[in-house]
């Protein structure tokens, strides 16, 4: 009996927080805010150390990743003679799937860790309830340009990881493994759709940003203001943040590119 | 001062996301909006498809002309229906062509090669092309042959 009512708290509890982050998500949003001026100014400062910081990480793992795809890809294609494929495989791969996920990943691990832990100490030192005293909401203040700046940075990176994994790729195929450099853009461009690759993958790093920045702020606004709260918050998100991003994307590849 | 610089690389960030997908629009799919390019639909029944699938090429003397649009099973004939776009300014495909699944290469995709007929009327929206050949199937040859020459053998 004992163990049923603990099990039936901890439903309670895991409905509830989800409630809470609803809740968190729709008056961080939806709140307009007093001056656009003063919105704008924060967003800006936020979509610089959310983005442009996590810029460096983004660039060099695509590259590489673009490098070593299209470095296996020949390998295994050049057994077929039909190694002019290697754009082919290197851009469908990087704007459907490794694009868009390997971003969010680095994504949550980079900036969302840091979200959290900010807004962790912001609430352990008292930063937020004093906001609050002083008649200034946080969910507007505080909450809100971090999770716009999420939906604004993420695509980008994305976007920005697919076009160096790409370059990537070209250098390898044809400046290295010497592969016609016409065939290897034509038959790429022959099969790449811009409404349906491109666009799809933006689609999906969007839907990526959505999940990762909310666990992010969520879990910095809910965590235990401890130094030890602090650091489980940081953790949970990378760890919910990451899991999510891999079985959001299993549900979008099959809704965008599954044939049923 | 540090202001500004923030808000000079937050700008030359955004700048670079649009630079990036003007890069993979123009020079990755080639602006390839197949979808939204002006077209009109003609329909095949082939016996046996083969490898070939949705958004594969259809070309006319090795030109691309359209792309596969889908591909159904016609349950009263038991054959492949295939529903292909052909470009709009390719407006003359006579109603006697002939519709053959292709490979490119020995490994490439299937495509479908339309022979041109000798007739003075052209298909339009919804009409289907009768004559079809089907894919070649490796096995189907192979079996084929197997047979031919055991029978040849046995005479």
């Given at each position: 009996m004992k163990n049923l009512t603990k099990v039936g708290a901890s439903v309670f509890d895991w409905l509830e927080s989800i409630g809470r982050a609803g809740l968190l998500l729709f008056q961080s949003v939806f709140h307009r805010p007093k001056s656009l001026v003063g919105a704008l100014a924060l967003l800006n400062k936020q979509i610089y150390s959310v983005g442009v910081l996590s810029l460096v990480i983004v660039v060099v793992s695509g590259l590489f990743i673009g490098m070593v795809l299209s470095l296996q890809g020949y390998s295994i294609l050049v057994k077929f003679s039909s190694e002019q494929s290697v754009g082919q495989l290197v851009a469908l791969t990087l704007l459907r799937e490794l694009g868009p996920v390997v971003t969010a990943l680095l994504f949550a691990g980079r900036a969302c860790s840091a979200l959290t832990a900010e807004i962790g100490l912001m609430k352990a030192t008292e930063q937020l309830s004093s906001l609050e005293m002083m008649g200034v909401d946080p969910y507007r203040r505080v909450i809100a340009p971090r999770f716009i700046a999420g939906l604004i940075c993420l695509p980008i990176l994305s976007i920005v990881f697919s076009m160096v994994g790409i370059m990537g790729g070209e250098f390898v195929a044809v400046d290295w493994l010497g592969i016609h450099d016409g065939s290897f853009w034509s038959l790429m461009q022959q099969s790449v759709i811009f409404s349906n690759d491109v666009l799809n993958g933006v689609i999906k790093s969007f839907c990526f940003a959505i999940a990762v920045t909310w666990i992010a702020v969520y879990q910095g606004y809910e965590c235990v203001p401890t130094s030890e709260g602090i650091g489980k918050a940081t953790t949970t998100t990378v760890v919910l943040g990451s899991l999510s991003v891999l079985a959001l994307d299993f549900v979008l590849t099959a809704a965008m590119f599954g044939d049923f | 001062m540090r202001n500004k610089q923030v808000e000079l690389l937050v700008g030359a960030f955004v700048v670079l996301g649009c630079a990036a997908l003007a890069y993979l629009a123009i020079q990755v799919s080639g602006l390839a909006f197949s979808d939204k390019k002006a077209s009109y639909q003609i329909v095949a029944r082939f016996d046996d498809i083969g490898g070939l699938t949705q958004r594969a090429k259809v070309s006319v003397a090795g030109v691309t002309v359209g792309s596969v649009e889908s591909i159904s099973l016609d349950?009263?004939?038991y054959m492949a229906l295939v529903t292909m776009n052909i470009d709009?300014?390719?407006?003359?495909?006579?109603?006697?062509s002939a519709a053959a699944i292709l490979t490119s290469g020995l490994l490439g995709e299937k495509y479908i090669g339309i022979s041109i007929g000798a007739e003075d009327t052209y298909l339009t929206e919804g009409?289907?092309?009768?004559?079809t050949q089907s894919a070649l199937v490796l096995e189907n040859l192979i079996s084929q042959f197997l047979f031919n020459s055991t029978s040849g053998d046995s005479k």
């Open positions: - | 349950k009263e004939l709009k300014d390719v407006d003359n495909l006579p109603t006697d009409e289907e092309i009768y004559d």
